[in-house]
């Protein structure tokens, strides 16, 4: 039974270039989560999406950042033009049930970790 | 200001010592969780609470949610290196819909 799957773990950008991280759920999971960790800090919500659908994205920054879970493929975080400010560790987790009603524990990947130099 | 407040911010315990992380909130939570992360790593779901009063072990670890919902704690029954890592507390709270949110973290050290 694979665990969320993100990938790559490590991601390099020059500023101005762009970003894109992925992220493929657990099996049979079909809410996706995007979260950011900056250094030495804990954990900070950035977008809450279903299969073809942006759910809650109250925490993505307003430029720059866009997020997509097409129907079929991998969940990606996209960010355009990064500046140093982006570096960080980006997770995913899913969940098997929607969170909108009800708690449901969310599982996380391992991280992207985003270096902009 | 955070809305959810861990302590200690990091804590330095002797193995095969007792040690409590605390996780507090001014506002009603209705889910509690505890992560573990290993430096560099992703996090490792530990327990789910959901019920005031309600407590979970799992080997040496237990995690209680107090009654009015406000504040959990997670105590470490004699404490192992492998134990060492960063306690992350996530809780929910209904904002027209669920919105996880997740204190600093309490990094352990755990000497041999």
């Known amino acids: 039974n694979a665990g969320v799957m993100q990938n790559p773990r490590h991601l390099v950008r020059r500023r101005g270039q762009e970003a894109r991280l992925r992220c493929s759920p657990m099996k049979g999971h079909s809410h996706v989560y995007w979260y950011r960790q900056l250094p030495e800090e804990g954990l900070k919500f950035m977008v809450y999406?279903?299969?073809?659908?942006?759910?809650?994205e109250s925490g993505m920054p307003k430029e720059r950042f866009s997020a997509e879970f097409p129907k079929e493929g991998p969940s990606i975080l996209r960010i355009q033009q990064v500046v140093r400010g982006d570096s960080a560790a980006y997770f995913c987790?899913?969940?098997?049930?929607?969170?909108?009603?009800?708690?449901?524990?969310?599982?996380f990947g391992p991280g992207t970790r985003l270096t902009v130099t | 200001s955070q809305e959810l407040e861990q302590s200690p911010q990091s804590l330095i315990v002797q193995e095969g010592k007792n040690l409590t992380i605390n996780c507090t909130s001014s506002?009603?939570?209705?889910?509690l969780y505890w992560y573990k992360q290993k430096y560099g790593e992703g996090l490792i779901f530990l327990m789910m609470?959901?019920?005031?009063?309600e407590e979970k072990s799992h080997e040496k670890i237990t995690a209680k949610l107090d009654e009015k919902k406000q504040q959990s704690s997670l105590h470490i029954t004699a404490s192992q290196p492998s134990h060492a890592g960063i306690y992350l507390c996530?809780?929910?709270?209904?904002?027209?819909?669920?919105?996880?949110?997740f204190g600093a973290g309490t990094r352990l050290f755990v000497k041999a």
């Open positions: 996530g809780a929910d709270l209904h904002t027209g819909g669920f919105k996880t949110i």
């Open positions: 609470l959901q019920k005031g009063g």
């Open positions: 506002k009603t939570l209705y889910g």
């Open positions: 999406l279903q299969k073809e659908n942006i759910i809650d």
């Open positions: 987790a899913s969940s098997l049930f929607e969170r909108q009603v009800l708690t449901y524990e969310q599982y």
